[in-house]
């Protein structure tokens, strides 16, 4: 699994340009959602991971509480981004027992269930 951390810091946030392509670095991905003191706690997560997916052009697709389905985290998004010509990109992004870090990792074999289940939210909704 390919997982980076970083602490919150000010923002600084990359132009969009430089996060729309076809696969960004998990690097830049985590430099689009850094939290500021004013936005600590599950609200400021959300927000944060949701204005970097409209800044990536991804599609932010659920927000929930860890609850033993990853592991070092009180809260968990997944995000998923088109890419031409490969299967869709699904992100695990986690807020961290501080409240304050929070890491973006693609997931694998201890985090299949999430992925799975964000196949699954998404088929349903393109069936409504």
């Given at each position: 699994?390919?997982?980076?951390a970083?602490?919150?810091t000010?923002?600084?946030?990359?132009?969009?340009?430089?996060?729309?392509?076809?696969?960004p670095?998990?690097?830049?991905?985590?430099?689009?959602?850094?939290l500021?003191d004013?936005?600590?706690?599950?609200?400021?997560?959300?927000?944060?991971?949701?204005?970097?997916?409209?800044?990536?052009?991804?599609?932010?697709?659920?927000?929930?509480?860890?609850?033993?389905?990853?592991?070092?985290?009180q809260?968990?998004?997944?995000?998923r981004?088109?890419?031409?010509?490969?299967?869709?990109?699904?992100?695990?992004?986690?807020?961290?027992?501080?409240?304050?870090?929070?890491t973006?990792?693609?997931?694998?074999?201890?985090?299949?269930?999430?992925?799975?289940?964000?196949?699954?939210?998404?088929?349903?909704l393109?069936?409504?």
């Amino acid at each position: 699994m390919q997982e980076s951390a970083q602490a919150a810091t000010p923002p600084t946030r990359p132009a969009a340009s430089s996060l729309k392509s076809a696969s960004p670095s998990l690097d830049a991905v985590e430099r689009a959602m850094t939290l500021d003191d004013t936005m600590l706690g599950r609200a400021g997560f959300v927000a944060t991971v949701q204005t970097a997916a409209r800044d990536l052009e991804a599609e932010y697709l659920f927000e929930l509480p860890a609850s033993g389905l990853a592991l070092d985290c009180q809260r968990i998004a997944m995000l998923r981004m088109k890419a031409e010509g490969r299967d869709d990109i699904f992100l695990l992004v986690k807020l961290a027992e501080d409240g304050r870090t929070i890491t973006v990792a693609e997931p694998d074999e201890d985090t299949k269930g999430l992925t799975d289940f964000a196949r699954a939210f998404v088929n349903v909704l393109t069936r409504l």
